[in-house]
């Protein structure tokens, strides 16, 4: 007796459905997606990205795509995500300018979980990056910077002294990252005990390894320990932390104004101090961009000032201007940073042939169209430096390594990006650079040296890293 009525439910049903496909077609098929593939169900092209890191050709992985599909930009799949790759100088100043309604910021969730704790995941994936920058900026002024400037002179030479003086042969990448994370933790912890620095960078680095690894999280994984490691490293952070809050408590006026202070004083959109394990959190992420990509451009720095002793040359030639100038014990300062013009040159050739940085990725919170393709919401976009920085579009001669370049105007906009450009730029380049700086002044005035491998190859984790540490052999200057 009820069959009829149920019948017709069912009928009505089938109809209502059958509509609601139609009209999601409909839509799709008016959305032009961008050129591309997504790879493997699930893993779209993790594993060749992966793989490509690992041998050092991430840059063959994007301009393969880009020549297939699309000089402007194409589809992928990565890290279990649909993602678009903006490709080309106008493409970058797009996403660099974007207006905020359209893009966020984005990390993938398997970096997410090592650097922040799991009750405040969504929290650091959401809405704290946007505070963070705020206060970085205020934190990285130039004007702040430059009282740290002898700091870092004086940091750099015990480093030299300690660590390459007494050997005829070091390994620059792993000395480099030793030297610009004890800087990192006493610019933003105002950390100087060297054991306890020492026993810091030994989980750092453990965590490091795994901040782009595959996210297995089973016991003896390469991600697993690094999930253990930045539960070590995070309670470091916390106790520091609550002595600090006891120093700021009792007054005393002795209290250091570095970043970890700057955090403790700083109130939410709501009036209240900030959460103790969010400021660890941000200290983390701090010491990750503080340190890896600054110490990935010192090695190539290095690496470049060896193969081209002409280069070497104009550079030593400019730093021992400075050198002379200066008394025995005067330390570096603006004044002396301000006249390193070509050395600063230098150094940025060098992060145009070798990106300290391989891009950022942003999530894409409304449609929004470029080249008449349309980029969906809940999409992630991504750029990169490898798009332009040896393009011939951008680049005469792109292969050649030339500091002239730079000289005057310098390339046209948005081709050169290691720091990315526009609003979205990065707040620590001017950090990065008088670190940068300050270490070739202390390192060329002392040495000259030769590679021991001439034909080293490379393969990347957050940035390029010489598979063999890049040995060289020191040969000291007889100056005094």
């Not at 990750?288 to 190539?300: E, K, L, Q, V, Y």
Request: net charge positive; charged share 25%; with cysteine.
């Amino acid at each position: 007796m009820d069959f009829f009525p149920n019948l017709l439910h069912l009928v009505i049903l089938c109809i209502s459905v059958s509509l609601i496909f139609l009209i999601y077609k409909q839509k799709s098929n008016h959305a032009k997606l961008p050129p591309g593939t997504k790879g493997w169900p699930v893993i779209g092209e993790t594993l060749e990205f992966a793989t490509a890191r690992r041998r050092g050709t991430q840059e063959i992985f994007f301009n393969d795509r880009m020549r297939k599909y699309s000089q402007d930009l194409f589809k992928t799949s990565l890290f279990g995500e649909n993602m678009v790759v903006f490709c080309g100088a106008s493409a970058n100043k797009s996403l660099f300018y974007n207006d905020k309604k359209n893009l966020s910021a984005w990390w993938p969730r398997s970096m997410l979980k090592i650097v922040t704790s799991p009750e405040l995941l969504e929290d650091v994936a959401q809405k704290d990056f946007a505070q963070m920058r705020r206060s970085v900026v205020e934190f990285l002024k130039p004007e702040a910077l430059q009282h740290f400037i002898p700091i870092m002179d004086s940091m750099t030479k015990e480093h030299l002294e300690t660590e390459w003086s007494p050997y005829r042969k070091v390994k620059v990448y792993p000395l480099s990252m030793k030297y610009t994370f004890a800087l990192a933790c006493r610019f933003f912890l105002s950390a100087t005990n060297h054991d306890h620095v020492t026993k810091f960078a030994d989980h750092f680095a453990i965590m490091m390894h795994g901040l782009l690894s595959v996210p297995i999280n089973i016991p003896g994984t390469t991600f697993n320990r690094a999930i253990r490691a930045s539960k070590v490293i995070r309670q470091e952070i916390l106790e520091v932390i609550k002595q600090r809050k006891k120093e700021l408590t009792e007054n005393n006026g002795t209290v250091a104004r570095d970043f970890l202070t700057h955090s403790l004083l700083e109130l939410d959109e709501h009036g209240k101090a900030i959460n103790e394990m969010m400021i660890a959190s941000r200290i983390m992420s701090l010491l990750i961009a503080g340190h890896d990509s600054t110490n990935s451009a010192i090695t190539f720095v290095l690496k470049y000032l060896a193969e081209f002793p002409h280069v070497y040359s104009e550079v030593f030639k400019e730093q021992m201007e400075i050198a002379i100038s200066k008394g025995p014990n005067d330390l570096l300062n603006w004044d002396d940073i301000k006249k390193m013009k070509y050395s600063w040159n230098v150094a940025l050739e060098s992060m145009r042939l070798t990106p300290p940085t391989q891009g950022t990725f942003r999530e894409v919170v409304n449609d929004f169209t470029y080249t008449n393709f349309t980029i969906p919401k809940g999409w992630k976009t991504f750029w990169t430096p490898y798009s332009t920085h040896k393009n011939p579009k951008y680049f005469q001669d792109p292969e050649k390594f030339n500091p002239s370049r730079f000289e005057g105007n310098g390339p046209e906009p948005y081709t050169f990006v290691p720091f990315g450009g526009g609003p979205r730029m990065c707040p620590g380049r001017e950090y990065a650079r008088l670190e940068i700086l300050v270490f070739m002044h202390n390192v060329v005035t002392r040495f000259k040296w030769e590679k021991a491998i001439l034909d080293e190859k490379l393969s990347f984790n957050i940035s390029p890293i010489p598979v063999n540490g890049l040995p060289v052999y020191l040969k000291p200057h007889s100056h005094k």
